[in-house]
């Protein structure tokens, strides 16, 4: 029996961008030149096509700085990688690590829908006849859900960002778990999600085939709390607890291209408004 597989819904291109800064070679360089390069960096982030890239700086010992992109094409995001490698702020950038992805909405109660009224109305799996009633549905759906496959980046002052996969061990593994079953979960799943819907905007990103995880996760609000809160809740949830693996934690605080030079000499925007 050829198994269910869930249709998804594709939009926006992501990168995430993970960088150390020199601080050694960035601190021995005269004042005025420090502030010439970051004034060049500024000058290029301010002036991105469709504002579609943020810069955070992040917490711990796993970088200093994270770039977030959102394009419609690979094509796009590869220029704007190679833009921002040219300035001369990237001599004292150390990259650390990166993530690629796309917008991933996935189609589960659709998918389930779809199948039984194609089997009822006696449409075989894999027909031009079949494909041709799975990409209508997909049409409509996509055009349903334009907004959230093709989103603007939050606003948000705070963004956690982590990679996870689904378990594909010898006790458990989710890709042999029946469709049905999947699907009961992950409506579950998703309801906890729904409880933060007022706090925290989350934007699903799916990578197989893109990059050593298979989904990205970022979680944007401006009460940092909350990441904590609804991560904890969903640990007690069937399929994270069960099939659920997690990459690095990433914890970004939001900056505007402005606030550059300033972070650059070692002050944040939090910094300025306690003085």
Same mark, same amino acid.
């Given at each position: 029996m050829v198994p269910v597989v869930p249709y998804t819904l594709e939009?926006?291109?992501v990168l995430h961008q993970m960088m150390r800064i020199r601080w050694a070679p960035w601190k021995a360089l005269p004042e005025s030149r420090r502030l010439q390069i970051a004034s060049e960096a500024t000058a290029v982030l301010e002036?991105? +096509?469709?504002?579609?890239?943020?810069?955070?700086?992040? /917490? =711990?010992?796993?970088?200093?700085?994270m770039l977030l992109h959102f394009r419609q094409t690979l094509d796009q995001l590869?220029?704007?990688?190679?833009?921002?490698?040219?300035?001369?702020?990237?001599?004292?950038?150390? +990259?650390?690590?990166?993530y690629l992805s796309?917008?991933? /909405? =996935?189609?589960?109660?659709?998918t389930a829908r779809l199948y039984k009224t194609l089997a009822e109305n006696g449409v075989e799996p894999d027909t031009p006849a079949w494909q041709r009633e799975v990409e209508e549905e997909l049409t409509r759906q996509r055009k349903a859900m334009e907004s959230r496959l093709w989103p603007l980046i939050p606003p948000n002052r705070y963004?956690?960002?982590?990679?996870?996969?689904?378990?594909?061990?010898?006790?458990?593994?989710?890709?042999?778990v029946p469709f049905a079953e999947r699907q009961r979960m992950m409506h579950l799943h998703g309801m906890i999600g729904r409880k933060y819907a007022g706090e925290v905007k989350q934007i699903i990103t799916g990578s197989i085939g893109f990059d050593d995880w298979e989904w990205g996760v970022d979680l944007?609000?401006?009460?940092?709390?909350v990441f904590k809160k609804l991560i904890y809740e969903m640990r007690f949830d069937e399929v994270s607890a069960i099939y659920a693996l997690f990459g690095s934690f990433y914890m970004g605080i939001r900056l505007a291209a402005t606030d550059l030079p300033a972070f650059l000499n070692g002050s944040?925007?939090?910094?300025?408004?306690?003085?």
């Amino acid at each position: 029996m050829v198994p269910v597989v869930p249709y998804t819904l594709e939009g926006s291109y992501v990168l995430h961008q993970m960088m150390r800064i020199r601080w050694a070679p960035w601190k021995a360089l005269p004042e005025s030149r420090r502030l010439q390069i970051a004034s060049e960096a500024t000058a290029v982030l301010e002036n991105i +096509p469709g504002e579609q890239s943020a810069v955070y700086s992040v /917490l =711990g010992h796993k970088g200093d700085l994270m770039l977030l992109h959102f394009r419609q094409t690979l094509d796009q995001l590869n220029q704007i990688e190679l833009r921002l490698a040219r300035l001369d702020l990237a001599d004292y950038l150390e +990259p650390t690590s990166s993530y690629l992805s796309v917008v991933e /909405l =996935g189609l589960y109660d659709s998918t389930a829908r779809l199948y039984k009224t194609l089997a009822e109305n006696g449409v075989e799996p894999d027909t031009p006849a079949w494909q041709r009633e799975v990409e209508e549905e997909l049409t409509r759906q996509r055009k349903a859900m334009e907004s959230r496959l093709w989103p603007l980046i939050p606003p948000n002052r705070y963004l956690s960002f982590y990679p996870m996969d689904r378990r594909r061990g010898e006790h458990s593994n989710w890709y042999l778990v029946p469709f049905a079953e999947r699907q009961r979960m992950m409506h579950l799943h998703g309801m906890i999600g729904r409880k933060y819907a007022g706090e925290v905007k989350q934007i699903i990103t799916g990578s197989i085939g893109f990059d050593d995880w298979e989904w990205g996760v970022d979680l944007f609000s401006d009460d940092p709390l909350v990441f904590k809160k609804l991560i904890y809740e969903m640990r007690f949830d069937e399929v994270s607890a069960i099939y659920a693996l997690f990459g690095s934690f990433y914890m970004g605080i939001r900056l505007a291209a402005t606030d550059l030079p300033a972070f650059l000499n070692g002050s944040t925007p939090a910094d300025s408004a306690a003085l």
